[in-house]
RNA sequence: GGCGGCAUAGCCAAGUGGUAAGGCGAGGGUCUGCAAAACCCUUAUCCCCCGGUUCGAAUCCGGGUGCCGCCUCCA
């Protein structure tokens, strides 16, 4: 596999540093709000990085934090009237169970960093030790100009980015660049107790420690959006080899932004597009098929344009799917690579032909994670089995074959709800579609359309199909 | 101003030297009582602009233009 680093700025071979097994860390959220859509691309990012490494055979540790302690989650609970634990275990929790809507699983670990305080301090010691870092007042800074290669990964000149930053009141830094690893506590603010004094960890420094406890120096995949380059894995960079003394991370994985159509979000004005919002109103698997379709690095337009168009990519899946489910009634489930029969009839030749897809589907995704390619070979394998479908060819057996292959590729990509069985018709429901087939035979039309257009009412489309009907579920 | 990225059909979007994937939408056809689903056909002489390298560039180089992110604890 060949994957872009953005600390080299190049394409590198993937191998993992402990044999087959793959160690991740994606950045997650700072839970002082309901989180929003641009959140869910990172996450979707890994888990589906996750999936694609364990298609290969690899086992995957995929540590994704939830940062609980920040400026923002105690102004928030001071505004609120509540502790700042009370709603980062709020918006905690929201976090996890919009993201578990999604249908991808949970990372192995999701630390908290209120829950690795003692990591913390103890990384902060380190650094002090090692003059990386000193104490100010009630408050303890990394010392930037004691890591001569500061810069390196957000590509800044040090000298440059002197002239924008500042030293704000209060604060007593050597360097303006110099940023906080302990913050002294002010009256009424969490605060644990250190070395030096009771206070609070600084933002950075908390990725560092957990991701250093649960997978150890030289990891393989540091992942997160764009706009965390800087600082904030910049400063991971320094604190990080500045404490052990060797490289943090193999590769830096950094997804684009979202591009929002129609409305800017603006977390001032506070209308932002949260991830919940959007799957109240759509599904899981259209979102995740939006994400999909572009490169995961590459900026993307977003919005409700783009979400109905994944609704149809998905519907068309499904659509598949079901039909090949039905052709494969009663056939016990097959391996997509069971021996090929005669390759002379038609199911073998179409069996050959979706066997190479799912090799150039594979291929995509090695380079790169090209899911948007990796997408376009299931599409593709979707249009040839309907082709098949629709001119008679598949017996059941190649139909239970068929769908195995497709199950495999969908699954990769975290769309294994395309291929879900539609849950169970309700009787009632079947009862007016007989009744409408019934209708039809006697050609009483209109009372047909009545039903159909009831059916809808309730979610239901009915299709004719040679020989009868069928009922899928819209919703 | 500095750093990084992006710019491909009506829309979304792959493609980084060999002659434009895929999806959505649109138009035509098949099937159907009508639909829906599905299938077939059509929909970029051309990849932001100007130069250059090359037998050959959307793809490489130089220069522009536009948009986005970061440089102020935003994925």
Known sequence: MRLYDSLSQEKKDFVPRDGDRVTMYFCGPTVYNYVHVGNARPYVVSMVAKRYFESLGYSVTLVENITDIDDRIITKGIKEGRPAADVAAEFAQAYRDD??????????????????????????????????????????????????????????????????????????????????????????????????????????????????????????????????????????????????????????????????????????????????????????????????????????????????????????LKNVFGELADRAAGCAPAAPDAAPGDSETPDAALLDRLGARRHAFMDALADDLNTAAALAEIFGAAREVNAALAAGDLDAGTAARVRAGMLEMVHVLGLDAVAGGDAAIPEDVVCMAEERQECRVARDFARADELRAALAERGYEVRDVPGGFKVVCTR
């Open 99 to 316: 993201t578990d809507r999604l249908g991808l699983g949970r990372p192995d670990v999701e630390p908290l960093a209120t829950e690795h305080v003692q990591e913390i301090i103890d990384l902060i010691a380190t650094l002090v030790e090692r003059g990386h870092a000193y104490q100010a007042g009630p408050d303890v800074y990394f010392d930037v100009r004691s890591s001569p290669d500061y810069g390196k990964l957000s590509k800044q000149q040090v000298a440059e980015m002197r002239h924008g930053a500042r030293i704000s009141v209060g604060e007593d830094k050597k360097d303006p660049l110099d940023f906080a690893l302990w913050k002294g506590a002010k009256p009424g603010e969490p605060a644990w107790d250190s070395p030096w004094g009771s206070g609070r960890p600084g933002w950075h420094i908390e990725c560092s420690a957990m991701s250093l406890k649960y997978l150890g120096a030289g990891f393989d995949i540091h992942g997160g959006g764009r706009d965390l380059i800087f600082p904030h894995h910049e400063n991971e960079i320094a604190q990080s080899e500045g404490a052990v003394g060797a490289p943090y991370v193999r590769f830096w994985m950094h997804n684009g932004m979202l591009n929002l159509s129609e409305q800017k979000m603006s977390k001032s004005v506070g209308n932002i597009l949260t991830l919940r919002a959007t799957l109240d109103k759509h599904r899981p698997e259209a979102l995740i098929a939006v994400f999909l379709a572009s490169h995961y690095r590459s900026p993307m337009e977003f919005g409700e344009d783009v979400l109905e168009e994944a609704e149809q990519q998905v519907d068309r």
